[in-house]
């Protein structure tokens, strides 16, 4: 199977949170990623967490991760119709690095 | 801060014929270098990736193959190309061990006819 995994759709009403879910399977990953991609854009850096932390907090964005579940998941605050775009988790063993599908976030007024 | 380029944007290439896309890093030092292709729905799908000169990781197995002839340039190939190798190929560096963000080139779309 793959070696990251989420969920290709998600929508929500702007205002509520958004929660962007990711499994992975390399249990020697170091770093775990989410980046956004913007219609017509390249991929950004939103956030990343080292797999030595449970959660990591910036402004609207909350990385919460379950290592023994291999469970990565994005929660974004105050959802805004700007967050509409492509979210990709990934991870890094230092030396491969490995993106899942990408959660298509559909903000609706 | 990184800067890749990644080069020819578009290509359009009959079946059979040879293909080589490059990418050059400006900026690091001893990158990790990866060629991924992007389709809708399926993510980016890691081809290949490499942590040093000469060094290749295939990731699945293709018509395609890379090299690394020198340290921040990295090299997309095919001897034949099929049309299922159509695609959006993408290049990307990290900084090796402190890899906390990954850059990426433009990207090429690749049509074969």
């Known amino acids: 199977g793959e070696d990251v995994e989420q969920s290709l759709f998600l929508s929500v009403r702007e205002g509520d949170s958004s929660v962007i879910n990711c499994t992975y399977t390399?249990?020697?990953?170091?770093?775990l990623y989410w980046y956004k991609q913007e219609p017509g854009a390249g991929l950004q850096l939103l956030t990343y967490i080292f797999s030595n932390m449970d959660m990591k907090q910036d402004q609207r964005l909350t990385v919460l991760l379950n290592k023994k579940d291999k469970h990565l998941s994005l929660r974004i605050a105050d959802t805004q119709t700007g967050d509409s775009a492509i979210y990709f988790c990934a991870e890094s063993d230092g030396d491969k690095l490995s993106f899942g599908a990408g959660t298509t976030v559909t903000v609706r007024a | 801060s990184q800067t890749i380029h990644q080069w020819p944007a578009t290509l359009v290439q009959p079946v059979g014929s040879p293909l080589s896309l490059e990418c050059t890093v400006e900026g690091t030092s001893n990158p990790n270098l990866y060629w991924y292709r992007q389709a809708a729905g399926r993510g980016l799908q890691l081809l290949f990736y490499s942590v040093g000169i000469g060094q290749i990781s295939s990731e699945v197995p293709q018509n395609l193959s890379a090299s690394r002839p020198q340290d921040r340039q990295f090299i997309l190939s095919s001897k034949k190309l099929l049309l299922s190798d159509s695609g959006f190929y993408l290049c990307?560096?990290?900084?090796?061990?402190?890899?906390?963000?990954?850059?990426f080139g433009q990207g090429t779309r690749l049509t074969v006819v």
């Open positions: 990307a560096c990290t900084r090796g061990a402190t890899n906390t963000e990954a850059f």
């Open positions: 390399d249990s020697s990953s170091t770093y």
